[in-house]
């Protein structure tokens, strides 16, 4: 995109991306452009998503507008991307429009008629089967495999079942064309041949916390900061109980005051693991480990890996210490289990996990040294995989504050009593 808009062909970029991945842009961006760019995330409302487009055009330079895929064809803000008219569209983890009846789908060909650069990225391009390429090089460029995707199926792929409406496999004699076509306009390059990729990887993942659950969070903290600044001696354990429920809350989940189970008021950072989920373990077939704090998020997480019919093991701080060796033991050697769900300071030690060469922190802890050690459950001997760690970060929360100290390597409970104002910053 850089190297086009300093030839002077291209003035406007539309990113398109899986939501969780749609804050990450404009950061790295900031991060790594060596050109001049403004850039803006389309998210929240439909309001402030076109309010944050009409401020896009007024910035200087490559203008880099970045939106989820369920959010650029709903009515008003899709009619709003094409009289803007974007010279280039980039479709990250492209794979989410590989289905070609998808409303997604058409409204991405669609806007990219209109560009004169295209370009499409996936670690899965293919996730089931090879007909899943038509959706996604229809958008890059239709001359590859045409525009209707029935003359592409019967051309590439053997029909059978019921009515002979469901596709078998590849035609033979037809597969080294579909490949040298599909590579003809596509590089391909593994992390085997990646040579200069670190050992270990750290990615975050800022998910925006909008609407009530704002609200919510900002009345909690508020409350919180006052109780503090007018109490008397502030104690670690005074700070940290605080602390702990705006932590729980950026992670969806709220406990009444009055005490019983934690109901769920935001879904965040559930939809953001989805999609990892989605990516990771549906897509590129790898095991993954997340890691929690809170008994709440477990059950959480456990809820959507069931709607998703995926096998895992959940350890708790309830599980029995004889049954951990077996839960362990099912995630390393059976290939069903696709997901090993814990909580932190109960799996964070001791315990191999070389199975899984990701992981995901849903929340953290505040103690360095578990977080530490948790990192070395996929990083140790056996592992043939450079590591991948991505952190749910909820934007403007407490997660954020957590993290900084966790990277200087702080004990957060440790300076929280002299430092505590910064946790509850507005």
């Known amino acids: 995109m850089g190297a086009a808009y300093q030839m002077g062909k291209c003035r406007k970029a539309l990113v398109i991306a899986p939501s969780s991945v749609v804050p990450v842009w404009p950061k790295e961006l900031n991060?790594?452009?060596?050109?001049?760019?403004?850039?803006?995330?389309?998210?929240?409302?439909?309001?402030?998503?076109?309010?944050?487009?009409?401020?896009?055009?007024?910035?200087?330079?490559?203008?880099?507008?970045v939106i989820n895929y369920e959010g650029l064809w709903r009515d008003g803000i899709f009619e709003a991307l094409i009289s803007w008219c974007p010279d280039f569209v980039v479709c990250d983890e492209s794979q989410r429009i590989k289905d070609h009846k998808a409303m997604q789908s058409v409204a991405v060909w669609d806007i990219g008629k209109l560009a004169k650069y295209r370009l499409i990225l996936s670690g899965t391009p293919v996730q089931n089967q090879a007909v899943d390429l038509f959706g996604q090089y229809r958008f890059l460029d239709s001359s590859i495999f045409g525009q209707n995707f029935y003359v592409f199926r019967n051309r590439y792929f053997r029909m059978g079942g019921f009515n002979r409406k469901q596709i078998i496999g590849l035609i033979p004699e037809r597969k080294d064309e579909l490949v040298k076509k599909a590579h003809s306009i596509a590089y391909r390059v593994t992390k085997a041949e990646a040579l200069d990729l670190p050992e270990q990887t750290f990615i975050t993942r800022l998910i925006p916390m909008e609407g009530e659950a704002r609200k919510l969070y900002n009345q909690l903290r508020d409350e919180s900061y006052a109780e503090l600044e007018g109490g008397g001696d502030v104690t670690a354990a005074t700070v940290l109980v605080r602390l702990l429920r705006l932590q729980q809350l950026a992670g969806g989940f709220l406990r009444p005051d009055e005490g019983g189970e934690a109901s769920k008021v935001w879904d965040g950072k559930l939809d953001a693991l989805s999609d990892i989920i989605e990516d990771y373990v549906v897509g590129e077939g790898k095991k993954l480990v997340v890691f929690c704090r809170f008994r709440?998020?477990?059950?959480?997480?456990?809820?959507?890996?069931?709607?998703?019919?995926?096998?895992?093991?959940?350890?708790?701080?309830?599980?029995?210490?004889?049954?951990?060796g077996e839960l362990v033991k099912r995630f390393q050697e059976d290939p069903k289990v696709r997901v090993f769900l814990a909580q932190i300071d109960t799996?964070?030690?001791?315990?191999?996990?070389?199975?899984?060469?990701?992981?995901?922190?849903?929340?953290?802890?505040?103690?360095?040294?578990?977080?530490?050690?948790?990192?070395?459950?996929?990083h140790r001997i056996g592992q043939r995989n450079s590591c991948t760690y991505i952190h749910l970060i909820a934007e403007k929360t407490v997660d954020e504050q957590i993290m900084k100290a966790l990277s200087k390597k702080e004990d957060l409970a440790k300076s929280i009593v002299d430092d505590w104002r910064r946790y509850f910053e507005r």
């Open 347 to 378: 799996a964070g030690l001791g315990i191999t996990l070389t199975a899984a060469d990701t992981c995901v922190y849903y929340s953290l802890t505040y103690n360095y040294a578990s977080y530490s050690q948790s990192l070395s459950r996929i």
């Open 31 to 65: 991060q790594y452009a060596d050109f001049d760019f403004t850039a803006a995330p389309l998210i929240g409302t439909k309001k402030k998503r076109l309010d944050a487009l009409e401020t896009l055009k007024k910035g200087s330079g490559l203008q880099v507008a």
């Open 296 to 324: 709440a998020e477990l059950s959480g997480i456990a809820e959507l890996l069931d709607k998703r019919k995926l096998s895992y093991v959940s350890l708790s701080g309830e599980t029995k210490m004889a049954d951990r």
